[in-house]
């Protein structure tokens, strides 16, 4: 059974940091690419980062130069490091698997074959 864990989510002031985990189960991360997304209330799940299996990762740009996504194949996880977070990054947060070609990277959410329960993320002012 696949599984993808959220983990690292709080409540932070603006201009804080947090990390966010993606811990994977049920298969072997490093063959396949993974995405995080986020859900606003009332809002569309949204493209935040995604990494390919060779390691090649793109942001949204309204993350760009403030959230990094990096991958540990040991650790069978994957992590958004969120830096300099502001009010409009509130959110739950999802992380979700594809497997693909080893360069595929997608910013569509229907491409994802799994996903994780969440995780809520909450920046004050």
């Known amino acids: 059974q696949v599984q993808l864990v959220e983990s690292g989510g709080g409540l932070v002031q603006a201009g804080g940091s947090l990390r966010l985990s993606c811990a994977a189960s049920g298969l072997t991360i490093s063959n396949y690419a993974v995405g995080w997304f986020r859900q606003a209330p009332e809002g569309e799940r949204d493209f935040v980062a995604a990494?390919?299996?060779?390691?090649?990762?793109i942001h949204a740009d309204s993350v760009k130069g403030r959230f990094t996504i990096s991958r540990d194949n040991a650790k069978n996880t994957v992590y958004l490091q969120m830096n300099n977070l502001k009010p409009e990054d509130t959110a739950v947060y999802y992380c979700?698997?594809?497997?693909?070609?080893?360069?595929?990277?997608?910013?569509?959410?229907?491409?994802?074959?799994?996903w994780g329960q969440g995780t809520q993320v909450t920046v004050s002012r």
């Open positions: 979700a698997a594809r497997n693909s070609g080893s360069s595929s990277l997608s910013t569509i959410p229907g491409a994802y074959a799994y």
């Open positions: 990494i390919n299996k060779i390691g090649v990762a």
